[in-house]
């Protein structure tokens, strides 16, 4: 089942912060986040795995509840290059390998 | 090349005929997806190959869709009879298995299908 990710758009000013939400109904192995701006491929963020263990790079952060089978991905003083679609991606115990992708956050950030 | 390869980049076809869709994943990369983006939507997985094990085809839409994996590297992705709701961009993604299996797939520039 897809996870749900809030909001669906977003439009803040270079140098603000954003959070973008993603939550399943189903018990989650790993969440997976990755950007795709207009036309291109998406592109790797971040992986967070059960246990706490966290695999990325760039100036972001993300955090993972398995309790509440939520993760969130904190974007900090926004820059103009962060602008983009930002979809999360989840993973069960029992498909631990296989990504069910939520249908995405558009993120605008202005001068 | 370094990255994951799709040809061709754009196809139009016609209702009714056959399409072949091609991706070259990066060279020892043993994990590769196919993803289906519509206009505006997310990313719908379509079937996943490891190595040599049997192709998870759980997301492939119809029994028009087909794909395989030769040599572990190549793939194609075959759709026969196109209708026109599948036109979309096709996602090729490969990733590698290294300790925990856990790692980043890395997608390349899609291809984008239009059936008149």
């Known amino acids: 089942q897809q996870p749900v990710q809030s909001p669906q758009a977003v439009i803040l000013r270079e140098g603000e912060d954003a959070v973008i939400n993603c939550s399943s109904s189903k018990a989650l192995y790993s969440v997976h986040w990755y950007r795709q701006k207009h036309g291109e491929a998406p592109v790797f963020l971040m992986i967070?795995?059960?246990?706490?263990e966290q695999k990325g790079h760039e100036k972001i952060s993300a955090s993972f509840n398995e309790k509440k089978q939520q993760s969130s991905l904190y974007l900090t003083a926004s820059q103009l290059s962060y602008s983009g679609t930002y979809f999360c991606g989840t993973a069960g115990p029992g498909s631990a390998r296989q990504l069910t992708f939520g249908s995405g956050t558009q993120l605008t950030v202005l001068p | 090349g370094a990255g994951v390869s799709q040809s061709p980049s754009n196809k139009v076809t016609e209702k009714g005929k056959d399409v072949e869709l091609r991706c070259d994943p990066i060279s020892g990369h043993t994990a590769l997806y196919w993803y289906r983006q519509s206009l505006g939507q997310g990313l719908e997985f379509l079937i996943y190959?490891?190595?040599?094990?049997?192709?998870?085809k759980s997301g492939l839409p119809s029994d028009r869709f087909s794909a395989e994996r030769t040599g572990g590297s190549v793939s194609t992705l075959t759709i026969q009879r196109t209708q026109q709701e599948d036109s979309a961009v096709y996602l090729c993604?490969?990733?590698?298995?290294?300790?925990?299996?856990?790692?980043?797939?890395?997608f390349g520039p899609g291809t984008r299908l239009t059936v008149l």
């Open positions: 967070l795995l059960k246990g706490g």
């Open positions: 190959f490891q190595g040599n094990s049997a192709p998870d």
């Open positions: 993604a490969s990733r590698s298995i290294s300790s925990g299996g856990y790692n980043e797939q890395f």
